[in-house]
Antibody, heavy 115, light 107 residues
Framework: EVQLVESGGGLIQPGGSLRLSCAASGFTVSSNYMSWVRQAPGKGLEWVSVIYSGGSTYYADSVKGRFTISRDNSKNTLYLQMNSLRAEDTAVYYC?????????WGQGTLVTVSS | DIQMTQSPSSLSASVGDRVTITCQASQDISNYLNWYQQKPGKAPKLLIYDASNLETGVPSRFSGSGSGTDFTFTISSLQPEDIATYYCQQYDNLPWAFGQGTKVEIK
């Protein structure tokens, strides 16, 4: 069964850093496009970043230069390193298999940026 | 960047009703359009990909159509378990963009 489990969310002060993890099972992360999508409380979905199977990475303008997507092939895990966090980064962060057509999604991890 | 305009933002319909949601892209995206369902407190789930292809395991009462800039998502006979917010998403060009969502409720 294909499954994605995110972790690493929590409460962080503005300007701080956090690394989200997404452990995959049932498929190989490095052979797939993998994405991060976020959802602010009560709001819609916002694409954040994608890493292609070849290793190319792309970001939304809102996080470019502050967030870094990566993967650890030995752990079959996707990461999102988030630096210089702002209040507007508060959201549930979902990892998902695919780029473009995105499915399945993990259960999400909540990141709250607040002093 | 491509903008996706989805309407209505919410609707209320009776069980058994036909429900239609529209999504308009700000430029031609061919058929690079997906539809997702998000139930309260849950992660989104892919229902339709490439505008009109039903994802495996998704009930046939769900369908999608359109190409270019105008797309339609239909639930042919609304069921109680279809209560959710539905999102369109384009993936013709980065940054991929979602519509604002349509919240579907039972009347």
């Amino acid at each position: 069964e294909v499954q994605l489990v995110e972790s690493g969310g929590g409460l962080i002060q503005p300007g701080g850093s956090l690394r989200l993890s997404c452990a995959a099972s049932g498929f190989t992360v490095s052979s797939n496009y993998m994405s991060w999508v976020r959802q602010a409380p009560g709001k819609g979905l916002e694409w954040v970043s994608v890493i292609y199977s070849g290793g190319s990475t792309y970001y939304a303008d809102s996080v470019k230069g502050r967030f870094t997507i990566s993967r650890d092939n030995s752990k079959n895990t996707l990461y999102l390193q988030m630096n210089s966090l702002r209040a507007e980064d508060t959201a549930v962060y979902y990892c998902a298999r695919g780029g473009g057509v995105v499915d399945p999604w993990g259960q999400g991890t909540l990141v709250t940026v607040s002093s | 960047d491509i903008q996706m305009t989805q309407s209505p933002s919410s609707l209320s319909a009776s069980v058994g009703d036909r429900v239609t949601i529209t999504c308009q892209a700000s430029q031609d995206i061919s058929n690079y359009l997906n539809w997702y369902q998000q139930k309260p407190g849950k992660a989104p789930k892919l229902l339709i990909y490439d505008a009109s292809n039903l994802e495996t395991g998704v009930p046939s009462r769900f369908s999608g159509s359109g190409s270019g800039t105008d797309f339609t998502f239909t639930i042919s006979s609304l069921q109680p378990e279809d209560i959710a917010t539905y999102y369109c998403q384009q993936y013709d060009n980065l940054p991929w963009a979602f519509g604002q969502g349509t919240k579907v409720e039972i009347k």
